[in-house]
């Protein structure tokens, strides 16, 4: 159980994709960054990205970060977001939180687990896949919580009660709180 426990838990919390410390990430020695799509980077099923969202995107990989993007979704009907995200690599019907999504797109980033970050909006497939994998996990706050698809709704009182647990065993890793 407790094992669960810390294999459920971020290793650091932010309120969006835009809030990460990416340059402190880098002095770390994280090279590679994998984000979730749906309710990370845009309302969840959203057909685009903001233009926001893709200018962080560049300025992360010309920060020296390999990016790329995970995400259980089948990917089909999602021409525009396919065509914007073009450059980077995807891996769609990624079964998170089993692992097999994220060792493929850490080789196709020519990354290691242990120098990659994973940033994602879900307990449950995002951060428990990530530390099952080894990978360095940060939680975002979702964009959208009223569009979160079905199962991820019924999902969100457990994780809501399992941070608040996280918040009271130890003082959490907020690194946004005290730049
Ligand atoms: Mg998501």
């Keep these: 159980m407790k094992r669960l426990f810390s294999a459920l838990r971020p290793d650091e919390i932010c309120s969006s994709v835009h809030e990460i410390d990416y340059e402190r990430l880098r002095g770390a020695g994280y090279r590679a960054l994998i984000f979730d799509i749906d309710n990370t980077l845009g309302e969840w099923g959203c057909p ?11 300025r992360v990989e010309a920060a020296g970060f390999a990016v790329g993007f995970l995400s259980n979704d089948s990917g089909e009907d999602r021409l525009l ?9 995807v891996v ?3 079964g998170k ?16 687990p242990s120098q990659t970050v994973m ?17 360095y996990a940060i939680l975002v706050a979702p964009v959208s919580l009223p569009s979160d698809s079905f199962w991820a709704k019924l999902r969100r009182p457990l994780e809501r009660l399992l941070l608040w647990l996280f918040s009271r065993e130890n003082p959490p ?5 005290n730049r």
Excluded: C, N
Aim: zero cysteines; glycine letters at 8%.
């Design 119 to 135: 940033i994602g909006d879900q307990l449950f497939t995002d951060i428990w896949g990530a530390k099952r994998t080894g990978l």
């Design 92 to 94: 769609w019907r990624a």
């Design 48 to 58: 685009q990205i903001s233009e926001a969202v893709y200018a962080l995107l560049q």
């Design 173 to 177: 890793h907020d690194h946004a709180d």
């Design 97 to 112: 939180p089993k692992t097999h999504g994220y060792e493929r797109l850490i080789a196709l980033l020519r990354s290691s």
């Design 81 to 89: 977001l396919k065509a914007q995200l073009g450059a980077w690599p």
